[in-house]
Each structure stands twice: as structure tokens, then as C-alpha cells.
């Protein structure tokens, strides 16, 4: 089954914008990860938060955490055009098992 | 290349054939996921094993679908009796231990089609 659901399934933006993407997800989780796929490609880790954290960085990314509304969101700033791809969020189960939703495909116009 | 590698990455069968996919985890990972993807939607969890044991194939259809990541040599996703709606990318993981929190390291697909 499903558990985190990105939110827009589509966002286009202009080269230099910020992107943000929201996931919502159902039961409690330990952790919450994001990942990127760029075309005919697999799935690359960006970054990962505990579910006692609220707040972390990486370069141009930012993702927070909410525990009490189940939600995540991960900001890109001053995107670029090699940002274009498909964001997913993935939330652990309690086997440790990773469950993925179905993605936002962003899209930077240069 | 020390990346998690599939192959093929492009495979085609025809209805009632097998289909047998790939994948070397990453040096030093003894943990294995298998993942369907089809166009447009994010992956569905199929299998996950640790080398010789299947630890959760809750996503795996119950006929047709088997796996296995032997002592020696890459995990392997069987699919017998092919039909066109086993049409999609599957994708692997590896990770270095099963615990929670641990980023999954992905291949970059095989790409089944079923004539």
C-alpha cells in the first residue's frame, strides 16, 4: 500500500524560482526520505529526517516535518533547469520497509 | 562502477514466456528491494530480501512472481508465464543493513515490455 502522497502531481516553474512539494502520509513513521528520478533513470537519495526533527538542509533544499498533520515538505531554491524530474517522498513502515507516493514532476522552464 | 547494477535494462518477452531481471547490490549491501514502476506512477513495493531470506514479499503477486538473492551472485526477480500487464520498469535497491533510516541505493531499471 501507499503511504506518502506528493502534492501538486505536476509543478512547472521558471529557472530561478522556488519549488515547493508537499507529502502527506497516513500512519506514524520513523523517518521520512526524498528521493529524485530524473528520466529512464532510478531513484536518487537527496535527503533524509527523523521523525524528531523538524528541519534540515541540503545546498538548495530544504525539507520540514510535521508529525502532527502526517506532512513533509521539500523546498528547492533558485532552481535550475537540471532540476527538472519527478520528486518522491518515501516514509518508512514498521518493518522497515519504504513505501513511496506517486510523485510531483516538476518541470524548470530555462 | 560501484553503483547498484541491473540487467538487462531493456528486456522484451512474449506473452507465456519467463522473465528474468538482474540486479548486484552495491558492494557491501546485503539488503535488496524490488520495486514496479509503471509510466507516470511512483514504485510499488514488491519484495524485500536479505541474502538467502525473503524478509517481507507482501508486494509480490502470490503466482507467477518469485525471487531470490543467493549467497553467491546478484538478486534475481522471475516472472513466469508473462502477460502485457507485467509491463513496466522494475527497479532495485540495495541498502547496507535493513534498519530504518537508511537511504536506499537505486539501479536504473529494467524495462520490461510484453508483446
Known amino acids: 500500500s501507499q503511504q506518502g502522497e506528493e502534492d501538486p502531481q505536476a509543478l512547472s516553474i521558471q529557472e530561478g524560482e522556488n519549488a515547493t512539494m508537499n507529502c502527506s502520509y497516513k500512519?506514524?513513521?520513523?523517518?521520512l526520505q526524498w528521493y529524485r528520478q530524473n528520466s529512464g533513470r532510478g531513484l536518487v537519495h537527496l535527503i533524509l529526517?527523523?521523525?524528531?526533527?523538524r528541519e534540515k538542509h541540503s545546498g538548495r533544499l530544504r525539507v520540514t516535518l510535521d508529525t502532527s498533520k502526517k506532512s513533509s515538505s521539500l523546498l528547492i531554491t533558485a532552481s535550475r533547469a537540471a532540476d527538472t524530474a519527478s520528486y518522491f517522498c518515501a516514509t518508512d513502515e514498521e518493518n522497515n520497509d519504504m513505501r513511496f507516493g506517486a510523485g510531483t514532476r516538476l518541470t524548470v522552464k530555462p | 562502477n560501484a553503483g547498484v547494477m541491473q540487467n538487462p535494462r531493456h528486456l522484451v518477452r512474449r506473452r507465456g514466456q519467463e522473465a528474468r531481471l538482474r540486479c548486484s547490490p552495491m558492494k557491501g549491501h546485503s539488503h535488496v528491494y524490488w520495486y514496479r514502476q509503471l509510466p507516470e506512477e511512483g514504485l510499488k513495493f514488491m519484495v524485500y530480501?536479505?541474502?538467502?531470506?525473503?524478509?517481507?514479499e507482501s508486494g509480490m503477486p502470490k503466482e507467477r512472481f518469485s525471487a531470490e538473492f543467493p549467497k553467491e551472485g546478484p538478486s534475481i526477480l522471475r516472472i513466469q508465464q508473462v502477460v502485457r500487464g507485467d509491463s513496466a520498469a522494475y527497479f532495485c535497491a540495495s541498502s547496507l543493513t535493513g534498519t530504518g533510516g537508511q537511504p536506499q541505493h537505486f539501479g536504473d531499471g529494467t524495462r520490461l515490455s510484453i508483446l
Open positions: 529526517i527523523r521523525s524528531n526533527e
Open positions: 530480501l536479505q541474502k538467502e531470506n525473503i524478509i517481507d
Open positions: 500512519t506514524s513513521i520513523n523517518n
